[in-house]
């Protein structure tokens, strides 16, 4: 299918394509487009723009991204779908491990977004789920590289559902979420939450990792997720407009 460029819901049809392929590539899952359309339902809702609360979490995520001793991006499928370009600019930017994690773990899931990074990117090092074990969590996502997720102090969880970031910030982890659904238990449980689509929080999140390393990070101290969480709640029930086209 071939989507016309002047079609209202371009931006919007375009991402669904390139989640449909990635399924048919065995990147992402069924269970994976069921979870975008979630997201999408709070994106429609949100006015598919970027709000100041996403803003302020950016920051804050920058920073934290940058203090950090050993920051990792976690990536699944949907992640790799929509986003893989941009985590390896986040990464390089911050100096952070990319490290593939899976809900619904295959050895030939993990090694398609393997080589859908190498096609890529071919000289970035993407780790995986071998050896290392996050305490207190059930499903094969407790899997991790040692040196990896194993040894991070900051870990980003985008698309997810709750189970995992509760399960690192127990071991003491800092996790940064993206996930347009401010009422998420990953969103309501992580140390900093960016309420915004992942194609426009990512590329944000590069620019402002390589301006707070030109002019110096900010000071996280005054930073509230909480009320990061209401504003994006607020504007969620108060505004209810609709996408711009
Ligand atoms: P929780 O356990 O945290 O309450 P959940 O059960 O809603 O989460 P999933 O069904 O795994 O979790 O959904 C993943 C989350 O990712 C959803 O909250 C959804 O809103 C969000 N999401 C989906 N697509 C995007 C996207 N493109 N950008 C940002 N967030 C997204």
Redesign the pocket.
Known sequence: MTVPPTHPRYASLLLRERLVNAVEASVATPAGLI??G??EA?DYLLGERTHPFAEEAVRAAASLLLRARHPVLSVNG?VCA?AMDDVVDVAGACGADIEINLFYWSSRREAAIRSAFASRHPGVVVRGQEGGRIPGLASHRATVDPLGIGDADVVMT??????RAEALLACGVQVIA????PL????RAATVTIV????RALPLLAREVVRQKREGTIDPTGYDNNSVLASAEHTLRAGAVGPEE
């Not at 993206?178 to 659904?181: K, P």
Request: glycine share 8%; no cysteine; aromatic share 4%.
């Open positions: 979870a975008h979630r997201g709070f949907n929509l985008p698309l997810e559902d709750g189970d993206i996930d347009l659904n998420s238990r990953t969103a915004d689509n992942i194609v």
